[in-house]
Nanobody
Framework: QVQLVESGGGLVQAGGSLRLSCTVSGITFSVNVMAWYRQAPGKQRELVATIISDGRTNYADSVKGRFTISRDFAKNTMYLQMNTLKPEDTAVYYC?????????WGQGTQVTVSA
């Protein structure tokens, strides 16, 4: 059974940093596509960053230059380093893994940035 578990969320002041982690279990191979999404209260879930197994990455304009997505294939873990956080980054952050054309989601981790 595939499971994604996020960790690393919390409360931070504006300008601070956090690192989110997402570990995939229940598989014996590397996932090709993984991504971070976020959903703020009253808003739709939006794509934050994507990383492909060949190392290619893509970012939402709102986080470019501040967030960095990366992977540790040996640990089947994906990270999101978030720097220079802003109050508008406050949201529940979800990781997603695309496995055999099916989307698997984590349970989400809350990130709150105070002004």
């Amino acid at each position: 059974q595939v499971q994604l578990v996020e960790s690393g969320g919390g409360l931070v002041q504006a300008g601070g940093s956090l690192r989110l982690s997402c570990t995939v279990s229940g598989i014996t191979f590397s996932v090709n596509v993984m991504a971070w999404y976020r959903q703020a209260p009253g808003k739709q879930r939006e794509l934050v960053a994507t990383i492909i197994s060949d190392g290619r990455t893509n970012y939402a304009d709102s986080v470019k230059g501040r967030f960095t997505i990366s992977r540790d294939f040996a640990k089947n873990t994906m990270y999101l380093q978030m720097n220079t956080l802003k109050p508008e980054d406050t949201a529940v952050y979800y990781c997603k893994a695309v496995i055999h054309a099916y989307d698997y989601w984590g349970q989400g981790t809350q990130v709150t940035v105070s002004a």
